[in-house]
């Protein structure tokens, strides 16, 4: 989770509660948990997209542009204000993916949205580059926090090669008040019950058994997007 900059391919999958049991039972021959699932249980990650007062960035990306950005603030479950975060963005174009995020203290997030402040002399490690590229996109639309995302995960690296990975997500929450992360992670479900949020990441070809185990249970890319499904759900209430 300390990687700043790459670039990959992420194809999204949804999983069945047996398609995901299946997954599981087969994957420990092929891929290594990440040490954040300790005993095999998922971590939560939070989320805060940042958009414009209009939802303009996701309604770009909504209609399937060639290229289109995201910018978000993350943690790894619930923190103080004294946790260190990051701040992402996430560029696609042309099915690869970029992503690029530099170290915060949430106080100093809060702060920074607020007024822009970005702190000389961080106690956290920053990468500066990063910093003045997602600064300038925040000044360019005026960005601000408007949807908070959560989501339980079980991630996994395959053995000898950490081009490929795979996330399996589950318990994706989403609520357009309170957005912070230093609150708990609660909202509305995306998700139906017993499905599951899959994404393959890799910048070169998928391995051959899992390319065989999509086959076998005849599962299927879909073009599904956190936000994008909140930001639907959301005017959906309000036209009712």
Partial sequence: MAIEVFNRREIKYMLSDEDKNALLEIIGL?????????????????????????????????????????????????????????????????????????????????????????????????????????????????????VFISYDRLAFFEKNNSDFRLTIDRNIQTRREDLRLDSPAYGSQ?????????????????????????SSRKIFSTSFSKYGAEYKKYLQSKRS
């Fill in 190 to 214: 995306i998700l139906q019950p017993g499905q599951w949020l899959m994404e393959a990441k890799a910048f070169k070809a998928f391995p051959l058994w899992f390319v065989e185990f999509l």
């Fill in 30 to 146: 092929y891929m290594n948990s990440d040490p954040f699932n300790k005993d095999g249980k998922p971590y939560s990650i939070c989320n805060l997209y940042l958009d414009t007062s209009s939802d303009e960035l996701i309604r770009k990306s909504l209609e399937k542009p060639e290229f289109k950005e995201k910018i978000r603030l993350r943690s790894y479950g619930t923190v103080g204000l004294d946790a260190t975060v990051f701040l992402e963005s996430k560029k696609k174009y042309d099915g690869v993916v970029n992503k690029r995020r530099t170290n915060f203290l949430l106080s100093d997030a809060y702060r920074y949205f607020e007024d822009g402040t970005i702190p000389e002399n961080p106690p956290v490690k920053m990468n500066h580059q990063v910093m003045k590229e997602i600064d300038y996109i925040m000044k360019f639309y005026n960005l601000q926090p408007r």
